[in-house]
């Protein structure tokens, strides 16, 4: 069974461009979610998502930044007109729904903004 | 406010001894609490979960305790090796709707 999958796992943009990172979850798993990690600081939740539905988008920055989970295809989280400050590790992990619901996080994508 | 504290010194131990990590939280009333391993440029990898009924919980050479009262887990690795060495998180699900919050993590170093 096949773990979490991310890609790209290095993504360098410039100032202004847009990043897309591509998030396919475990094999039967329903439940999606987005964590960033800032340089030495710990991971933050950004989104919480299930096909076709954002369940939870407290942790999103109010503009640039949108998540989708199509019915078909992998999880998308877009940065519109990135910024240096947008450098970081994106984490994305999937969970069956069942609670008490452990998360099982993907590699990451490391976003680098020069 | 609420927060959720790591020992953010790292912790050096000899191989063969006891690691013994600490997470603190405070104005949650967590249902349950995780712990995951974080090694460098890799995703967390999930260790253990222990729910607020449980005072211990066990899986091979790792042991987790949780006291609500306290407000406290303790995380521990017996007979520790320099495989062990990596960064330990803990995590809890605030509002039960599945968004975990995290601490920010220990550094362990196991020395052989």
């Known amino acids: 069974n096949a773990g979490v999958m991310q890609n790209p796992r290095h993504l360098v943009r410039r100032r202004g461009q847009e990043a897309r990172l591509r998030c396919s979850p475990m094999?039967?798993?329903?439940?999606v979610y987005w964590y960033r990690q800032l340089p030495e600081e710990g991971l933050k939740f950004m989104v919480y998502?299930?096909?076709?539905?954002?369940?939870?988008e407290s942790g999103m920055p109010k503009e640039r930044f949108s998540a989708e989970f199509p019915k078909e295809g992998p999880s998308i989280l877009r940065i519109q007109q990135v910024v240096r400050g947008d450098s970081a590790a994106y984490f994305c992990?999937?969970?069956?729904?069942?609670?008490?619901?452990?998360?099982?996080f993907g590699p990451g994508t490391r976003l680098t903004v020069l | 406010s609420q927060k959720i504290e790591q020992n953010s010194e790292a912790l050096n131990i000899q191989e063969g001894k006891t690691a013994t990590l600490t997470c603190n939280y405070t104005?949650?009333?967590?249902?349950?609490l995780q712990w995951y391993r974080q090694d460098p440029g890799r995703g967390p990898v999930f260790l253990l979960l222990?729910?607020?009924?449980?005072k211990e919980k066990r899986k091979e050479r790792l042991k987790v305790t949780f006291d609500t009262t306290l407000k406290q887990s303790l995380f521990h690795i017996t007979a520790s090796q320099p495989a062990d060495s990596a960064t330990y998180l803990c995590?809890?699900?605030?509002?039960?709707?599945?968004?975990?919050?995290f601490g920010g993590g220990t550094r362990l170093m196991v020395k052989p």
């Open positions: 995590a809890l699900d605030p509002n039960a709707g599945n968004m975990l919050t």
């Open positions: 998502l299930q096909k076709e539905n954002i369940i939870d």
């Open positions: 094999k039967g798993h329903s439940h």
């Open positions: 104005n949650y009333s967590p249902a349950y």
């Open positions: 222990i729910r607020e009924n449980e």
């Open positions: 992990a999937s969970s069956p729904g069942v609670a008490p619901d452990t998360q099982y």
